[in-house]
């Protein structure tokens, strides 16, 4: 059973250029969210993507957006990068409908994006 | 004030030992609460959930005082394998599948 898997590992950008990173969510789960993790910091909510809509966003610009698949699979899009955007960014996925048991994220090992 | 406050540490303690995380959190509304274990370059991984009534792992302890609005963490007899950064989680609202987590605390156990 294949857990989240999130791609490329390592990305290197300058600033200025956009940037897109993937994420398969683990099997059986239909609800992939976005964090930032800059370095020192927890994970920060960026979105949350269910039956392929945006359905909850954190505090990020416009600059940040997604889009979700039938497949459940889901793109991190982020443009005009800055240098603070570098960071590690984790790609979570769960079942929608077990949210009552709690949020019981499995996280993908996280994309490492460095804006030069 | 940040929604979810944790010492930083480093907390570095030798094996064998009793070790004591504290979290504070701001929504006196939070639903749910977490205890996630973070390795060096490594994603985020669920520990435990912490219930009212507090609860219990082998050498991991919850509590949580909804009063204080106060989560933490005792980590009994401690293990070098123990060593990461253990993250404080808290979910606002029922029903959405948006955490928010604290800076973590890390752990170093020394031999």
């Known amino acids: 059973d294949a857990g989240v898997t999130q791609s490329p590992t390592h990305l290197i950008k300058t600033r200025g250029q956009q940037v897109t990173l993937r994420c398969s969510p683990k099997?059986?789960?239909?609800?992939v969210s976005w964090y930032q993790q800059a370095l020192g910091q927890g994970p920060q909510f960026i979105f949350q993507?269910?039956?392929?809509?945006?359905?909850q966003r954190g505090n990020f610009p416009d600059r940040f957006s997604g889009h979700q698949f039938p497949n459940y699979s889901s793109e991190l899009n982020v443009n005009a990068l800055l240098l603070g955007d570098s960071a590690l960014y984790l790609c979570?996925?769960?079942?929608?409908?077990?949210?009552?048991?709690?949020?019981?994220?499995?996280f993908g090992s996280g994309t490492q994006l460095s804006v030069l | 004030r940040k929604e979810v406050e944790q010492d930083p540490g480093p907390f570095n303690v030798p094996e064998g030992a009793t070790v004591a995380f504290n979290c504070t959190y701001s929504?006196?509304?939070?639903?749910?609460f977490f205890w996630y274990r973070q390795d060096c370059r490594k994603e985020p991984k669920l520990l435990m959930s912490?219930?009212?009534s507090g609860n219990e792992d082998g050498r991991f302890t919850a509590q949580l005082n909804r009063a204080s609005q106060y989560i933490s963490l005792l980590i009994r007899d401690s293990k070098l394998s123990d060593s990461a950064t253990y993250l404080c989680?808290?979910?606002?609202?029922?029903?959405?599948?948006?955490?928010?987590f604290g800076t973590g605390t890390r752990l170093t156990v020394i031999p």
């Open positions: 912490v219930y009212s």
């Open positions: 929504n006196s509304a939070s639903q749910s």
């Open positions: 979570a996925s769960s079942n929608r409908d077990r949210v009552s048991e709690g949020e019981k994220l499995f």
């Open positions: 099997s059986g789960h239909d609800t």
């Open positions: 989680v808290v979910n606002f609202k029922t029903g959405a599948n948006n955490l928010f």
């Open positions: 993507y269910y039956e392929e809509e945006e359905r």
